[in-house]
T-cell receptor, first 114, second 112 residues
Framework: NAGVTQTPKFQVLKTGQSMTLQCAQDMNHNSMYWYRQDPGMGLRLIYYSASEGTTDKGEVPNGYNVSRLNKREFSLRLESAAPSQTSVYFC?????????????FGPGTRLLVL | QQPVQSPQAVILREGEDAVINCSSSKALYSVHWYRQKHGEAPVFLMI?????EQKGHDKISASFNEKKQQSSLYLTASQLSYSGTYFCGTDNSGAGSYQLTFGKGTKLSVIP
C-alpha cells in the first residue's frame, strides 16, 4: 500500500516547455486534488476530481489542464510553462465520509521554471 | 476568500499548551486542520463538520463555532514532534466537493 505517489519529484523547465505531473493512489479513493504551494503560503487548489470521469476548476486553474484517467490516476499538465508556475505541487486524495486518517497527500513535485 | 489564522508563529516549551485560531469571512461547512513539517507533505489532523461532528487525531482537539465562523485547534502538553506549520482549510461551498481554501499557516516551534 503505497498511498499517494507523485512523479517526478523534481523538475526544471524552460519557459514555454510542457510537462505532465503524474499522481496515483492505491486506496480506492473517489476524490483527488491538485494543489500548489508557494513559499510562505498555504495550499491553493488548482483542480479537483470528485469521481472518475469528472474534473472541476479550483481557485487557480489558469495555465493548467487535468485528466482523471481512471479511479487511481489524476494527472496535471502544464502546456506552456511560465516562471509564475514555479512551485511545489501536491496531489491529494480522500474518501468521502472522512474516517480517521483517510485523507492523504503525496510527497510533492518541486518545479522550477526558468 | 482565504481564512485568517492566528497567531502567525508561536514558540512553546515542551509541555506547554497552544491554541491556533482560524477565522473565515464566509459561512463554514467544514474545517480541516493539517500539520506540515519543513520539506514534507501536509498531514491530515482533523476535520470538523457543521453540526458538531469531528473526526481525527486522538491527541489533538478542536472546536468549531459556526456562528462566529471560527475554528480553534488545541495542542496540549506539547511535544517536540508537534513542531511544524499548521494550516486550516475551510469549505465554504457546502456542496460536498470539499473545495478547500487554506490559511497561510501558523508556525509552531516546540523547544526543550
Amino acid at each position: 500500500n503505497a498511498g499517494v505517489t507523485q512523479t517526478p519529484k523534481f523538475q526544471v523547465l524552460k519557459t514555454g516547455q510542457s510537462m505532465t505531473l503524474q499522481c496515483a493512489q492505491d486506496m480506492n479513493h473517489n476524490s483527488m486534488y491538485w494543489y500548489r504551494q508557494d513559499p510562505g503560503m498555504g495550499l491553493r487548489l488548482i483542480y479537483y476530481s470528485a469521481s472518475e470521469g469528472t474534473t472541476d476548476k479550483g481557485e487557480v486553474p489558469n495555465g493548467y489542464n487535468v485528466s482523471r484517467l481512471n479511479k487511481r490516476e489524476f494527472s496535471l499538465r502544464l502546456e506552456s510553462a511560465a516562471p509564475s508556475q514555479t512551485s511545489v505541487y501536491f496531489c491529494a486524495s480522500f474518501l468521502e465520509g472522512f474516517k480517521v486518517e483517510t485523507q492523504y497527500f503525496g510527497p510533492g513535485t518541486r518545479l522550477l521554471v526558468l | 476568500q482565504q481564512p485568517v489564522q492566528s497567531p502567525q508563529a508561536v514558540i512553546l516549551r515542551e509541555g506547554e499548551d497552544a491554541v491556533i485560531n482560524c477565522s473565515s469571512s464566509k459561512a463554514l461547512y467544514s474545517v480541516h486542520w493539517y500539520r506540515q513539517k519543513h520539506g514534507e507533505a501536509p498531514v491530515f489532523l482533523m476535520i470538523l463538520l457543521k453540526g458538531g461532528e469531528q473526526k481525527g487525531h486522538d491527541k489533538i482537539s478542536a472546536s468549531f463555532n459556526e456562528k462566529k465562523q471560527q475554528s480553534s485547534l488545541y495542542l496540549t502538553a506539547s511535544q517536540l514532534s508537534y513542531s511544524g506549520t499548521y494550516f486550516c482549510g475551510t469549505d465554504n461551498s457546502g456542496a460536498g466537493s470539499y473545495q478547500l481554501t487554506f490559511g497561510k499557516g501558523t508556525k509552531l516551534s516546540v523547544i526543550p
